[in-house]
């Protein structure tokens, strides 16, 4: 199937008799007949759900769907994309290991990282993703286990050359994590180019309609995890009698002990509610892309040529140093989401954002609405400045995510805001 049929059909198929439309199993125990049947399942020798902080069926419709969109051996949903961001790291690493990860990334993941794993005895070191391959192989030490990185920045809107960030990841043995947020897998499917593990925000367009938070992690199932660099997936894990996650798993080994050890403890699974609101999303993702990606080249292009405009990042420009890159990586479009500066600073940015009347002032990015931000008083305030600087906001930066109403409605909502900024 096609992508776009993939949304719709992908995950669930009804049988004869059976609910054409996912159906919501609000459940959080499941009734088996014998106590082997149980004890197989605890075994991980059996398919099954056991208990609905691990699995449930219809979040385990969606997680299918959403693999087979980016091309994945299976997915484990969360309950954010923050879970996501933390159960894709903490699988792979321990106490005294280090990830190498871009500047250019979500202010709430550079939190998580610098500040919560650094707790954990876990080093960070952030570089510039668009430093060249043998720069970015030097800040690699011996304790790397997995190199981050966004597709497209937040707010940057900066495009990662994912196949040298790969080159860089697997030189070393290590995978590459890439959020894929932004671009969603009807833009850009990571795999495809070297990745090893993609994540999302499902909060954002998969859902796209504001109703339900939530996370996803993938597994491409192509790293070679026996390559002496991560005993927990070659060596017996005791809480499971001995389950080899490479043996007996093959190359589902990453997803399985995500999904079996991880959740099984930390406990950040969704309900069946809220996997039942995003199907509903992903089901028109394809469509819905196609408009935020035209909606936003239109917007980018008009700011572009608005003289109280001082800077325009958005990869479809012609000035943008990105361009190709997205040309490469995002053919179908760079989503809805443009960051720019109008000239006076802060002040202007402040007095725009609150004069759109179209446009709502929101925590929120990538909905079906257009929404306003501005970062560094609000998702990234806790950074320092340098930090702000690395991540490629300055303090006058509005963060505009391009909805799909008429774009006509859009440009007029945008044009009476700057004239009073």
Known sequence: MKIETQCLHAGYTPGNGEPLTLPIYQSTTYKYESTAQVAKLFDLTADGHMYSRISNPTVAAVEAKIAALEGGVGALCTTSGQAASLISVLNILSCGDHILCTSTIYGGTINLFAVTLKRFGIEVSFVDADASEEELKKQLRPNTKAVFAETIANPAIAVLDI?????????????????????TPILCRPFEFGADIVIHSTTKYMAGHATQLGGVIVDSGKFDWTNGNFPEFTQPDESYHGVVYTRDFGNAAYITKARVQLMRDLGCYPSAQDAFLLNHGLETLALRMERHCQNADRVAHFLASCDKVESVNYPTLDNSPYKELAQKYLPKGCSGVIAFSIKGGRDAAV??????????????????????????????????????VAAGINPGLIRLSVGIENIDDIIEDLTQALAKA
């Open 351 to 388: 007095r725009f954002i609150d004069n759109v009347k179209l446009a709502s002032l929101v925590v929120h990015v990538a909905d079906v609405r257009t929404l306003v931000l501005h970062p560094a008083s609000s998702t990234h305030r806790q950074l320092t400045d340098e930090q702000l």
């Open 163 to 183: 196949e040298k960030m790969a080159h860089v990841a697997h030189s070393h043995g290590v995978p590459l994590i890439v959020d894929n947020t932004f671009a």
